[in-house]
C-alpha cells in the first residue's frame, strides 16, 4: 500500500485543517487506518484510527470531541479533520495502514504501510 498525506499547513490556534491521505495499491477496505503525529523532540504518537470495517474509531488521548477521523473506501481515502488546534497540535502528521484486525490498533507496530507525513504547525 502507498500513502500520500496531503493537508497540512499553518493555521491559527483556535483553527481547523483536514488531513487527507490517499492510498493506493491494494484492497484499501481491508484495512485498518490510522493517523499518528510527531511534535518537535518527542516521540510519535497515536492521534486517532479507523477499523477497516469503518465501525470502530479509537481516539489518542484528550483528542476525541477534536479530531474525527473518517474513510471513503470507494475514494481509497482517510480524512483527519481537526478542530480547535492549539500549538500542542504542532506536529508531523503521518497515515498509516495495517490489515484489518479483529480489534484497531494503537500500537505503530501494527500498521506496516506509512505516508510521508506532512506538517500542521499551529501559531499562537
Known amino acids: 500500500v502507498q500513502l500520500q498525506a496531503s493537508g497540512g499547513g499553518l493555521v491559527q490556534a483556535g483553527g481547523s485543517l483536514r488531513l487527507s491521505c490517499a492510498a493506493s495499491?491494494?484492497?484499501?477496505?481491508?484495512?485498518?487506518m490510522a493517523w499518528f503525529r510527531q511534535a518537535p523532540g518527542k516521540e510519535r504518537e497515536f492521534a486517532v484510527g479507523?477499523?477497516?470495517?469503518?465501525?470502530?474509531?479509537n481516539y489518542g488521548d484528550s483528542l476525541k470531541g477534536r479530531f474525527t477521523i473518517s474513510r471513503d473506501d470507494a475514494e481509497n481515502t482517510v480524512y483527519l479533520q481537526m478542530y480547535s488546534l492549539n500549538p500542542d497540535d504542532t506536529g508531523v502528521y503521518y497515515c498509516?495502514?495495517?490489515?484489518?484486525?479483529?480489534?484497531?490498533?494503537?500500537?505503530?507496530?501494527?500498521?506496516?504501510?506509512w505516508g510521508q507525513g506532512t506538517l500542521v504547525t499551529v501559531s499562537s
Open positions: 498509516a495502514a495495517g490489515r484489518g484486525r479483529r480489534y484497531l490498533s494503537r500500537s505503530s507496530y501494527s500498521y506496516h504501510y
Open positions: 495499491g491494494r484492497t484499501f477496505s481491508n484495512y485498518d
Open positions: 479507523i477499523h477497516w470495517s469503518g465501525k470502530n474509531i
